[in-house]
C-alpha cells in the first residue's frame, strides 16, 4: 500500500511540475511578444493607437496566465496537505527547489522541521 502511494506521489508530483514549467513557458513568451509589440511600433514609426487592441489583449492573456500559475501553486500548496493526510509526510518528489524546511500552518507532520521553518497559510 505504501509504495502504491509512493508511486501515485511520484506521479502527481512529476505532473504538477511540468505544469508549473509549462505556466512559466508560457508568461516568458506571452511577456516577450508583449515586449516585442510596442518595440516593432516604435521602430516602424507607427502612432500609439496602432495596435492598441492586440496589445490590449496580450497584457490581459499575461493577465490570465498570472492567475493561472498562482492557482498551480495553490493547488501545490494543498497538495502537500494531502500528502500528509495519506502518510507520507514531507518527501521531495521531483525537480525543484522548495522552501527550507517548510510547513503548514496548523498541520502536523510525521517529519522533523526546523524551529525557524518558514510558515505557509493553509490552501483552500
Do not use: C, W, Y
Request: glycine residues 6%; hydrophobic residues 45%; proline residues 2%.
Amino acid at each position: 500500500m505504501l509504495n502504491e502511494r509512493v508511486s501515485a506521489a511520484k506521479k502527481i508530483a512529476s505532473d504538477l511540475h511540468q505544469a508549473e514549467d509549462a505556466i512559466d513557458e508560457a508568461m516568458i513568451r506571452i511577456a516577450q511578444l508583449a515586449a516585442t509589440l510596442p518595440t516593432a511600433r516604435r521602430e516602424t514609426n507607427m502612432s500609439a493607437i496602432v495596435g492598441q487592441e492586440a496589445m490590449a489583449k496580450v497584457a490581459h492573456a499575461l493577465a490570465a496566465a498570472g492567475e493561472v500559475r498562482q492557482l498551480l501553486t495553490d493547488a501545490h500548496l494543498a497538495l502537500t496537505v494531502t500528502q500528509k493526510e495519506v502518510g507520507l509526510g514531507t518527501r521531495m518528489f521531483g525537480a525543484g527547489v522548495k522552501p527550507a524546511s517548510a510547513r503548514l500552518v496548523d498541520e502536523g507532520s510525521n517529519d522533523r522541521q526546523r524551529i525557524d521553518a518558514p510558515t505557509f497559510a493553509k490552501a483552500g
